[in-house]
């Protein structure tokens, strides 16, 4: 028997008094090696912040492994690394910092390699489900041009996944729509 | 006993899917849904594109370990206890193929038993409970089986539309076993009156799938002398047909 599945409402409001918790940016220990944050910020239609939404965010180690119960590519050696951040307080300008590491390459469809990426749910009030996009890096160019998913995406939209290089990490803005409008998959 | 099909659809090591059924158009509401406003500027307006599930997708972060031992229980947070009717809130999780999904981590979220929420932006005028948080984490057992213990939560009103209330309810967030099997939902209680005026829970546009939102109530986990129960059961996205996808 095919059951089907529960329907998807809104995060919103007021998921800050159950969803974060401490370590919840924390994809890696704040002192791992080779630890970058990522800093963005939501934005909705009209260009504004959106304080009330959450962001996940999920990924392989430096190495190409996952954290995970299949165990691809064996066991992390990277420093308390989990491959997951969470982040979202409901404090009032939409921003979000996560401390990640870049992830390696991994195994794309058929033969092909991905690209350096990091999965990312996005989570609102407003939101009646969630919007899955992807973060890949602006100084990853060769391996960009491999990626069998940004091969996918209209070239004129590649940007928005695109994070760009800061002091001591990368910056990648979420725009929910209107002008710059964030690629969000289908998945 | 395994026949050859489930081998193939779910990976031996990890009992995960190697790959997940889309789902089908109304399966959740749409992301702009004019009853309920604040989506008018929070939804994509360019087409969504195809993502191939590869092994980001079909893995997912294992976080039980967020869940201490008496998280499930939100009557117990402070000193004295909460104000309201206690329940019980328990149920399955399971995938569309009716398989249990154990170690999954269930968290939930609510107003008290005035329809108020420990936030600071919430400024409905019913008083915060000191001996309610109103927040809970636990791990599915062996039978995909969560409990909550909690305070039935109460309606409140909100500014979407004139003399607009929320029926009670609880949020949860199931992480699932894989990126791709995450959830975020509501649960209702049976019979609110309010049901037909939410443009929230009536954003699921398919009667039946709304009913998959309201938890049934269980005489049989009902506690003599202690707590009624409520039953409530989720479905998240089972297995698709072939280990990868192919880019398309």
Redesign the interface.
């Known amino acids: 028997?095919?059951?089907?599945?529960?329907?998807?409402?809104?995060?919103g409001?007021?998921?800050?008094?159950?969803?974060p918790?401490p370590s919840g940016p924390f994809a890696v220990a704040d002192d791992a090696p080779g630890a970058i944050r990522i800093t963005g910020t939501v934005y909705?239609?009209?260009g504004?912040p959106?304080p009330d939404s959450l962001i996940?965010t999920?990924?392989?180690d430096a190495d190409g492994r996952?954290?995970?119960?299949?165990?691809?590519g064996g066991d992390s050696e990277g420093s308390g690394f989990?491959?997951?951040a969470r982040c979202g307080q409901?404090d009032g300008d939409g921003s979000f910092e996560l401390v990640t590491v870049k992830p390696g390459a991994?195994?794309?469809?058929?033969t092909t390699m991905?690209a350096p990426?990091i999965?990312v749910?996005v989570?609102?009030?407003?939101?009646?489900?969630?919007?899955?996009t992807?973060i890949y890096f602006a100084d990853e160019a060769d391996a960009n041009a491999g990626d069998?998913?940004l091969a996918?995406?209209?070239a004129d939209?590649r940007e928005t996944l695109l994070a760009q290089p800061t002091d001591g990490g990368y910056r990648f803005d979420i725009h929910?729509?209107?002008p710059g409008?964030?690629?969000?998959?289908?998945? | 006993m395994t026949t050859s099909e489930e081998r193939t659809i779910y990976d031996p090591v990890s009992e995960t899917p190697t790959s997940y059924k889309r789902e089908p158009a109304g399966a959740h509401p749409p992301m702009d849904y004019e009853g309920y406003k604040s989506t008018a500027l929070r939804h994509p307006k360019q087409p969504l594109v195809y993502l191939p599930q590869t092994i980001t997708e079909i893995t997912g972060p294992q976080l039980g370990g967020l869940a201490g031992e008496s998280d499930n229980d939100l009557t117990v947070q402070h000193e004295g206890l909460p104000i309201g009717e206690r329940i019980i809130v328990s149920g399955r999780v399971f995938d569309t193929e009716g398989k249990p999904l154990r170690s999954t981590l269930v968290e939930i979220w609510q107003a008290n038993a005035g329809g108020r929420y420990r936030h600071k932006w919430d400024r409905w005028p019913a008083d915060l409970d000191p001996n309610f948080s109103g927040a809970g984490r636990c791990v599915t057992d062996d039978d995909g089986r969560y409990t909550f213990t909690t305070i039935k939560p109460g309606p409140y009103p909100w500014g979407n539309h004139y003399n607009a209330w929320r029926p009670a309810h609880v949020h949860f967030s199931l992480l699932g076993r894989a990126f791709a099997q995450r959830l975020v939902t509501q649960m209702y209680f049976p019979g609110d009156p309010l049901f037909p005026y939410d443009p929230i829970f009536n954003s699921v546009r398919d009667e039946k799938a709304r009913e998959r939102l309201i938890s049934r109530f269980s005489i049989h986990d009902t506690i003599p002398n202690w707590a009624l129960a409520y039953e409530f059961d989720i479905y998240l996205r089972g297995p698709g047909q072939t280990p990868f996808e192919e880019a398309h």
Do not use: K, N
């Open positions: 028997m095919i059951f089907d599945t529960t329907p998807s409402q809104t995060v409001p007021y998921f800050a008094i159950g969803m918790f909705d239609g009209a504004t959106v996940e999920w990924q392989a996952f954290a995970d119960l299949h165990g691809y989990r491959g997951f409901e991994v195994p794309g469809p058929g991905q990426h999965d749910s989570f609102a009030r407003g939101m009646l489900h969630r919007c899955v992807r069998p998913v996918t995406v209209p939209r929910l729509q209107g409008e964030t690629v969000f998959f289908d998945l």
